[in-house]
T-cell receptor
């Protein structure tokens, strides 16, 4: 079992739809949770960054962390064609020293006009 | 823009050769990490440098090595290239302890 599992999709939705992206993980030491967006031929771009459990909202994006279930989600409201990209979840353990991120494989999203 | 720039953007090398990839981070970003992203996969952690010292390493062999310089630039060196080293190599930097990593656009390395 991989430390971080993410459905690679592809996921195709109509413009304006609500998109739900998810990851599960097995390492209970993970404390920091991130979502990155990666366009083709570009590096990952940070979307959301949360510490421990709870919700965080930023514009059309909402990140949820449920540490008891080892499950994180990213919701995109009113999806736009410009949201078409690969979405990567990433997480790391707390503590000083190495800040190694463990990534999921990424979910490829297409928003159809 | 993340302030992390990488060069070159593309590179083609032959198996057995050596390669050096370069990264320039924002001023004040004392931590730099390197990741390898194979096609269709998430990035894999190679190693991390803090104030010019390696302070974390992933499951990569010693032929992957790095350097970090006082001017916030860094290098990734790979010796004895193998076909499986073909990937997008990403540099990322961060400012403080609880700050997230910000990535550059990567160098796409092809080994033939």
């Amino acid at each position: 079992q991989k430390e971080v599992e993410q459905d690679p999709g592809p996921l195709s939705v109509p413009e304006g739809a609500i998109v739900s992206l998810n990851c599960t993980y097995s390492n209970s030491a993970f404390q920091y949770f991130m979502w990155y967006r990666q366009y083709s031929r570009k590096g990952p771009e940070l979307l959301m960054y949360t510490y421990s459990s709870g919700n965080k909202e930023d514009g059309r994006f909402t990140a949820q962390v449920d540490k008891s279930s080892k499950y994180i989600s990213l919701f995109i409201r009113d999806s736009q064609p410009s949201d078409s990209a690969t979405y990567l979840c990433a997480m790391s353990a707390s503590g000083a020293g190495s800040y190694q991120l463990t990534f999921g494989k990424g979910t490829k999203l297409s928003v159809i006009p | 823009e993340t302030g992390v720039t990488q060069s070159p953007t593309h590179l083609i090398k032959t198996r057995g050769q050596q390669v050096t990839l370069r990264c320039s981070s924002q001023s004040g970003h004392n931590t730099v990490s390197w990741y390898q992203q194979a096609l269709g996969q998430g990035p894999q952690f190679i190693f991390q440098y803090y104030r010019e010292e390696e302070n974390g390493r992933g499951n990569f062999p010693p032929r992957f090595s790095g350097l970090q310089f006082p001017n916030y630039s860094s290098e990734l060196n790979v010796n004895a290239l193998e076909l499986d080293d073909s990937a997008l190599y990403l540099c990322a930097s961060k400012e403080g302890y609880n700050s997230p990593l910000h990535f550059g656009n990567g160098t796409r390395l092809t080994v033939t």
